[in-house]
Every structure is written in C-alpha cells, then in structure tokens.
T-cell receptor
Framework: DAKTTQPNSMESNEEEPVHLPCNHS???????IHWYRQLPSQGPEYVIH???SNVNNRMASLAIAEDRKSSTLILHRATLRDAAVYYC??????????????FGQGTILTVHP | NAGVTQTPKFQVLKTGQSMTLQCAQD?????MSWYRQDPGMGLRLIHY???????DQGEVPNGYNVSRSTTEDFPLRLLSAAPSQTSVYFC??????????????FGDGTRLSIL
C-alpha cells in the first residue's frame, strides 16, 4: 500500500487558516487522496477527497500538487471544533485495494482561542 | 437516518470470554469493515465485507470472526477474549466497491477492555 507522511502536530489560532501538508511520493495513478479527521472519543469523519484537481466542500479545500506526490488540506478559518487528528490516506480505485484505508499517525491539530 | 450504529459503546470482559460487537448501517451500503485503534495509534483493518455473504481478512484478523448475512449488519465476534484485544473498535461502511472514490462512514466505536 502506498504510504503517506504527515507532520506529527500543528498549531493554529482560532479564525486563522490552517494548511495541513501530506506527502505521498509513491502514489499510483489510480489512488484517490482522502482526508479524514478524528475528534476526541469519536470515530473518524470524512473531510474531503480528490484525484487530480483541487477540490472544495463546505468543510475544507484540498490542494493537490501537479505531480500528485503531495497535497494540502486547507481549513479556511479554524475553529475550536476543528481540533482533531487529521489523517491523509490513499484509497485504491478498485479491486482488492478498494476500501482498505491505511491509517498512519496523522497530524494532531491544536487550535488556540 | 442513523448512519452507522455500533453497540455496545463500552464493554469489560474477562480473559477467555466471548462476545459479539454489533454494527448496523441504514444507508444500503455494500461495503462494511471493522477497525481497531490502540492508544496513540491509527486504525488497523481487521475484516471487511464487499457485500452480503462475502467477507475477507484485513491486516489484523487473528482472534476475530465476522459474517455478513444481510446488507445492514456486520457483527464482529471475539471467540476467546485476550488482554491484547483491549482496544477501541470502529465499524465503517461505504456505498459501493466499484467506485473507489466513495467516502467511508464510521460509527462512534466500542471501547472494549479485557481483564
């Protein structure tokens, strides 16, 4: 399985933008880039995903490098509720790799009031 | 729409006891899976199912059994609990195995302690 590398932790102030980086240099052409987050004592929550183009939804934006070897999750205005562990995960497009999410350590995001 | 429902939320077992962790989804999802999360670590895949009647092993299947008799339910069975199985267990589901870009929906977890 292709692996991802994320910083162990990041800090932000409330109302400021947050850029969470992820490196995935061994990504294959059919791997989707998914982001999940896990709030304390809860299950992981889907945030956003993309393949090649940048993506926006109500929660965040995903910027994907042209060579797809890295990506950045962007929270436009951090709130205290965004404090969580953020996981960058590559998900195969089909076959035996589909659905098998490989979780790394993730990035612990701390948001200061 | 309840999403993915896991029961119980908490459970304490003695070594050697057996139990079943329940997982149900009401979204008509084909794909369901079980993960465990040990303290300070990411989730690891135990078993998964791509549809009713079909199951397969994940990364850490030893000590666990699963079955998928209906689309809605995917129970996880511990046949003889061991302290090493103390963990938080998460069930997840997604719409289809065909399209790999489907997000997964997770339950709130079952916190299991084996004494």
């Amino acid at each position: 399985d292709a692996k991802t590398t994320q910083p162990n932790s990041m800090e932000s102030n409330e109302e400021e933008p947050v850029h969470l980086p992820c490196n995935h240099s061994t990504i294959s052409g059919t791997d989707y880039i998914h982001w999940y987050r896990q709030l304390p004592s809860q299950g992981p929550e889907y945030v956003i995903h993309g393949l090649t183009s940048n993506v926006n939804n109500r929660m965040a934006s995903l910027a994907i490098a042209e060579d797809r070897k890295s990506s950045t999750l962007i929270l436009h205005r951090a709130t205290l509720r965004d404090a969580a562990v953020y996981y960058c995960i590559l998900q195969g497009a089909g076959g035996t790799s589909y659905g098998k999410l490989t979780f790394g350590q993730g990035t612990i995001l701390t948001v200061h009031p | 729409n309840a999403g993915v429902t896991q029961t119980p939320k908490f459970q304490v077992l003695k070594t050697g006891q057996s139990m079943t962790l329940q997982c149900a989804q009401d979204m008509n999802h084909e794909y369901m899976s079980w993960y465990r999360q040990d303290p300070g670590m990411g989730l690891r895949l135990i078993h998964y199912s791509v549809g009713a009647g079909i199951t397969d092993q994940g990364e850490v299947p030893n000590g666990y059994n699963v079955s998928r008799s209906t689309t809605e339910d995917f129970p996880l069975r511990l046949l003889s609990a061991a302290p090493s199985q103390t963990s938080v267990y998460f069930c997840a589901s997604s719409y289809s195995r065909v399209q790999g870009n489907q997000p997964q929906h997770f339950g709130d977890g079952t916190r299991l302690s084996i004494l």
